[in-house]
């Protein structure tokens, strides 16, 4: 008889791993339906991407609205004129979400959901698939100039947000004659070990061997029906059990219900 007391415990889930997966789970229902998805993806979006992909082709979403806030912020202060492709892009993200894909938090497009949406638009992701692939991405810019060396490092958050993570700064010992090379060089040595620590602990969180993803598997079924009330053509009919197991499931996955 085996001894399972040799084996390694698995760890639960904490609820933001957990609802990140279920996200990702209803994404992949989405993605799986190749027709429907690929004419929102590159019918209706991918167009108005193209025509700001030159500026922003390695950004996040959330960089996008950022950019745009400022720009609205700009407008009203200065008079400045925002940036029409940007604006339309963003506007056509949302209302994809919101509408078409029915995934909504309190009342608008459910922020994650955008970011999942724009993944594909810009291919962030790799190409359309049934299934989406998690990936972090540390960022490392090395910049000179006569008047000194800018070592800026950014690793992306699960969220798909971007956070500065250190800005080191090497001034030129000499005014306008920059000369430091190897210290710039140890800092960006640094940079990396510092990136590929950061993004170690973040795949150990995500991927960590011994997690307990039956939470994930035991929901597929409710995951199904979910699907089909936000996205199927025909309504599901949802008996008062399974009501309430969907009503915690939209909770666990920051989206509003959809009419059963």
């Not at 710039?184 to 640094?190: C, G, I, K, T």
Request: some cysteine; glycine content about 6%.
């Amino acid at each position: 008889m085996g001894d399972h007391s040799q084996g390694k415990k698995r760890i639960p889930l904490p609820p933001d791993l957990e609802q990140e997966l279920l996200q990702g789970e209803l994404i992949r229902l989405y993605r799986a339906d190749l027709r429907r998805y690929r004419l929102i993806i590159e019918q209706d979006l991918r167009p108005l991407w193209k025509e700001i992909r030159p500026q922003y082709a390695s950004r996040s979403f959330w960089y996008l609205c950022d950019q745009a806030d400022e720009q609205a912020w700009q407008e009203e202060e200065f008079g400045t004129a925002p940036d029409a492709a940007l604006t339309r892009y963003i506007r056509a993200v949302q209302r994809k979400t919101g509408e078409s894909l029915g995934l909504n938090y309190q009342g608008v497009p459910a922020q994650w959901a955008m970011a999942f949406v724009h993944a594909n638009v810009s291919k962030r992701s790799g190409p359309i698939s049934a299934r989406f692939i998690p990936h972090f991405t540390a960022t490392i810019e090395i910049c000179a100039s006569a008047d000194g060396g800018v070592v800026r490092e950014s690793i992306a958050t699960r969220q798909g947000g971007e956070e500065l993570a250190v800005l080191n700064e090497i001034k030129a010992a000499n005014f306008s004659s920059f000369n430091e090379w190897e210290a710039l060089q140890e800092a960006a040595r640094s940079a990396v070990v510092r990136q590929i620590a950061q993004l170690r602990e973040q795949f150990k969180q995500h991927h960590g061997p011994y997690r307990n993803l039956r939470a994930i598997a035991r929901q597929q079924d409710d995951l199904q029906l979910l699907f089909a009330c936000l996205w199927g053509h025909t309504k599901p009919h949802v008996n008062s059990n399974a009501r309430e197991r969907l009503r915690l499931l939209v909770s666990k996955l920051g989206i509003d219900a959809p009419s059963y």
